[in-house]
């Protein structure tokens, strides 16, 4: 009996305290501890799904709960077996504790305890103990107070977010979630008797701990709930047969990067709802951890799926797995490095100049040797294919025509161009060349996704946002409907990669120099995506192309959702449908600038003496030839005419004076060539 001394004390302090004013300032002068409990960050789809929680400050895992979150008949459970009068008492049951009194004072042991859930509530605020009895005197005390502060729902929810369920698991969405892989909103009855039973004891009865204490406790709270009615008896042997896992279930932790970034953005949220789809979220990150697995050593891969008409991002990858594992640095969100864009920028040359009337689809352009100063651009594949046409041009990826078209538009045009469809791009050195055409300019996936979701909207710039309801409402064009819809219809064009599905997207692939990116972007009539695969330290990876490598990939993410592509859009009515015939005469052949000041490729040519050759004077004139040009041939020196209608390429000019001499060679067309000399 002596072990029961303290309850009794405490039974009348309590008995002794319920003097009615005595009671209330004894209650009001009580501190009372913090009442909003840190509870963990998560991130949740636009659907509310759970995608991302992080532990609070100590470790624990602590999720925060509304009364939509929680099973009510959990709730109903819940109140039967810890507190069946909780909606009536003030904090302190008297009745229980007079019973608990009376009980231990008759039966020499502790039958029945008199704690409250505003008591377990006091405690779990506090973290104090349940054995002294100063502990349930000042617990109690606290009850009390917190019933005249907070109403019971707030109660029951302080409960249910700080109830200990074993290990560092606290509340009831973090139990749910870590026992049964599940939020609380629809349990069973098992699953919810095991719930009510764990706060007890939880380390001792923690299911995967000690699988067989967390049976029998839930046998417990199952038979006594038959016994108060609150369970029936056919639905507890339904529950006693339910298995119980003995192994906890990972805490969701998808899209990492994009998560980081949302509580880096707004530290101070504690709920972030991003656009993602946390179903298409699994899929994408599943199928971006098997595209690099068994690849090249420390490759990773980063992919963005969004919806271009809403600009709302679907799914969103950084890496092929958020850690080091394999040395792949997968903390690193590779969707906003900044990395060369190989050819994926070519749509754009096109898309502008159709705008600028430089070029339309059937243009016949020539893919021939060009040099512009040192830089001398050459094909992939080192052929050259002559004439074709411009759509051909684009679908065959084609260098050499793209940098004559970037010539003629500017590379700063180029640039204005990324800049209008809201793309960040950095020039090494600051100052664009015409190699930004062929990858020469650093973006990001993200970028180049928003860039052909924009030309996917008919040229109209298209924001994309992750963060629900943070859309923007874009309205400037960086080319012209007619002339997107002609690049999107070109890129349409191309076949489907070896063993993708065979959809019709509008799509284009890149490698960037030395292999170190490969891309591939691409959009339907409804969604965009990208994908990009390389190191993240932009270390070459032999082998790597974009349409071997990148493009089947984008067609599978995609596929994530619709096994069929949404049609395209038909061409907007000022859209001018002409093939290369019947065109304006100056939209059939490409003539850059260039070709003003440059010969026809069979104008006469001196083949002999060399510009700025110095020559040795010879008793019996000098020798000359010509290479092209149509004869006969008239040559002259200084302006004055020396031989006429020469019909052979080499002649020889009579003897000249000495000192510089300026020589030409007219042909029947009248064009010509000169060249400078020095006569000695």
Partial sequence: MRRFAPFALVLVLFLAALGRDALDDWVAATDLPGLLPETSDEVRDHAGILLRAYTVEDGRWRLNITSDQVDPRFVEMLIAYEDKRFFQHGGVDGWAVLRAGKQALTQGEVVSGASTLTMQ???????????????????????????????????????LTLAPYGGNIEGVRAASLSYFGKEPRRLTAAQAALLVALPQAPETRRPDVNLSAAIKARQVVLDRLIESGAVSGEEARTAHLEPVSE???????????????????????DVHRLTLDAQMQARAETL??????????????????????SGEILAHVGSGGYSDREGRQGFIDMTRALRS????????????????????????????????????????????????RVDDALRLSLNIPVVLLTEELGPARLMQGLE???????VPGGAPG?????????????????????????????????????GIDDTEHFISRASAWQVSHILAGLAPPAGAAQMRLAYKTGTSYGHRDAWAIGFDG?????????????TPVPGAFGGELAAPILFELVGLVSDEAVPLPPPPPETLLLETADLPQPLRHFIGRRAVFQAAPDAPKLAFPPDG????????????????????????????????SVQTREAQLPLLGEGFVQLSVIDSDGRAARATIRLD
């Fill in 288 to 309: 971006a951890a098997s595209s690099v697995r068994g690849k090249a050593e420390n490759l990773s891969i980063a992919m963005i799926l969004a919806d271009h008409q």
């Fill in 526 to 538: 409804r969604y965009v995506a990208g994908v990009w695969i390389g190191r993240p330290d932009g």
């Fill in 341 to 388: 864009p190989g050819s994926t920028l070519k749509p754009l040359v096109y898309g502008l100049a159709f705008d600028q009337g430089l070029a339309h689809p059937a243009t016949i352009i020539n893919d021939r040797p060009v040099a512009f100063g040192n830089y001398a651009p050459q094909n992939f594949d080192g052929a050259f294919h002559g004439e074709l």
């Fill in 420 to 426: 209008r469809a809201g793309v960040r791009a950095k």
């Fill in 434 to 470: 015409l190699a930004v055409a062929l990858g020469g300019v650093g973006t990001s996936l993200e970028g180049l996704v928003q860039f052909y979701a924009g030309l996917a909207q008919g040229g109209q710039k298209r924001s994309l946002n992750w963060r629900l309801g943070s």
């Fill in 247 to 269: 192994q906890r279930v990972p805490f969701p932790a998808y899209a990492p990067h994009l998560s980081d970034r949302a509580r880096s953005t707004m530290p101070d949220l």
């Fill in 121 to 159: 509530v006091a405690r779990l605020l506090e973290q104090s103990g349940t054995g002294a009895w100063h502990g349930k005197l000042r617990q109690m005390r606290v009850a009390l107070r917190l019933e005249q502060v907070l109403g019971k729902d707030e109660i029951l929810r302080l409960y």
């Fill in 613 to 644: 050759a110095r020559l040795a004077l010879n008793n019996a004139g000098l020798v000359v030839k010509v290479r092209d040009g149509r004869p006969p041939f008239t040559w002259m020196a200084n302006g004055a005419p020396v031989l006429r």
